[in-house]
């Protein structure tokens, strides 16, 4: 990544040798001028990321440089810095477009924090647009987004494995990205251009699984009309997921374990063995070593899926990506509802930051999409993300601990708690539970719970 560039504008050469000193030690790339006139020249010769001018100039004002860049390079942020603690001075700057002021005298420590705030902010947008473009292409291609160590070690391995024929067991939380990751190792490897074929053995009940991953015969069974062939031979030369593997029934297990070693299955109600070329990548939430011990899942299934593992952290331990995440489902979810939404509120990037996540990236997403959809204005606000307000609040809305407690008493805390969370805004409340005022109201009363 190349260095913040900065330019320094001041007529005085000391402070502005100074400060170029103190901000190169920052590892920033730092241009300086003495003057408006020569300031103007370099930001129409440079990129520049950041200026950062003196108010008060020998040849003109600092406000002339922020109203230039303001016309042409909107996107360059400008910190002002006056010797004149002019309250009017700094209004005119501020409603001019400048992103902050420094007052004279002011220290080192103070300009560092500033500047590595809004390098944050930078950094931030440059992901946002970046995000929207990948966003806009029309391609199947996985988004894996994230700069954090642990995310990166991850697409190292990924990078490395793809290429071969190897089994992959994906393991994690739920909610980690495991469909996102096998994708990724698929449109790495020399089969991207066949199929991606996904299963999820959990959801499809037992006695349809076999009929959905092997296909069936004419005549199979009471409805099956045509032959139809199964996810394995969809898959064919190309790379069958396998979701929630730790859910296969017993029978399942022997089934699959026999087409993993010889590439051979055959159609519910078929006579003869037939053949299929595809590359597996099972993932789970469950710990299937455990399963194994506890005789829930065969050994010998278990160690022809894990040839390689792939454990996926938990958002909670990858605290970097949670902003750009943030910002990829901010843009994904404008697209979807036309909007038009370009700001998170710091406040709410700050408390993402110290959120448990327990359902992990998806939670994220959902929590986001929420938040876009009933947003009004241009930026998202604690308001409308209720689970982080409830946390700031010291709320619960896990409703606590609900075994042992009856159905009445669970209902209760929820009014109650929303009532609070909702400041006993009772139209708010009764929007969030998803009643209607009027049963609200019978219920407060029920329960005891006017203000």
Not at 33 to 45: C, G
Not at 234 to 246: K, Q, V, W
Not at 327 to 334: A, G, L, R, S, V
Not at 423 to 439: C, E, R, S, V, Y
Request: aromatic fraction near 6%; glycine fraction near 6%.
């Amino acid at each position: 990544m190349n260095p913040v560039r900065i330019l320094l504008v001041d007529d005085e050469t000391d402070t502005l040798q100074a400060l170029k000193l103190g901000l190169e030690d920052e590892g920033y790339n730092i241009l300086t001028s003495p003057s408006r006139n020569e300031a103007l020249t370099i930001t129409k010769n440079e990129e520049l990321d950041i200026v950062i001018t003196d108010l008060k100039l020998k040849d003109g004002s600092g406000l002339d440089l922020l109203g230039y860049l303001q016309e042409v390079h909107p996107q360059v942020p400008v910190i002002i810095m006056t010797a004149y603690g002019s309250i009017e001075s700094t209004k005119v700057a501020l409603r001019s477009g400048a992103y902050d002021y420094l007052a004279k005298p002011f220290s080192l420590a103070d300009l560092k924090r500033i500047v590595a705030k809004l390098v944050e902010v930078i950094a931030l947008r440059k992901e946002n647009e970046r995000l929207k473009l990948l966003l806009g292409r029309s391609t199947e291609a996985p988004v894996v987004i994230g700069s954090s160590p642990a995310l990166k070690k991850i697409l190292d391995l990924v990078e490395q494995v793809a290429p071969s024929r190897s089994t992959i067991l994906l393991t994690g939380e739920t909610g980690t990205g495991k469909e996102v990751i096998a994708s990724a190792i698929h449109q790495s490897s020399p089969r991207a251009d066949k199929p991606f074929v996904r299963i999820n053995c959990g959801a499809i009940p037992e006695n349809l699984l076999e009929a959905e991953l092997f296909g069936y015969e004419r005549g199979a069974f009471t409805g099956a009309m045509k032959q139809k062939p199964g996810k394995v031979e969809l898959a064919d030369r190309g790379t069958l997921f396998l979701d929630e593997i730790g859910e296969l029934a017993p029978a399942m297990q022997v089934k699959l374990l026999r087409f993993i070693q010889s590439g051979e299955f055959e159609r519910l109600g078929g006579n003869g063995a037939l053949k299929t070329d595809v590359r597996i990548i099972a993932a789970t939430n469950r710990n299937l070593q455990e399963q194994v011990e506890k005789g829930l899942f065969r050994e010998d299934l278990y160690y022809r899926l894990n040839v390689i593992t792939i454990t996926l952290p938990p958002l909670r331990e990858r605290p970097a990506d949670i902003k750009l995440l943030a910002f990829y489902f901010m843009q994904k979810y404008n697209e979807i509802n036309n909007k038009a939404i370009e700001k998170i509120d710091e406040e709410v990037l700050s408390q993402m930051m110290s959120y448990p996540w327990r359902g992990n990236v998806r939670e994220l997403e959902n929590m986001m999409e929420r938040a876009v959809v009933l947003a009004r204005g241009s930026e998202l606000k604690m308001s409308h993300f209720p689970t982080l307000l409830a946390g700031m609040q010291g709320l619960d809305l896990t409703l606590g601990p609900m075994v042992g407690n009856s159905l009445a008493e669970i209902e209760k805390m929820a009014i109650e708690q929303t009532l609070r969370y909702c400041n006993h805004d009772k139209q708010k409340t009764a929007m969030t539970l998803q009643i209607g005022l009027a049963t609200l109201y019978r219920k407060i009363k029920e329960y005891s719970l006017e203000e």
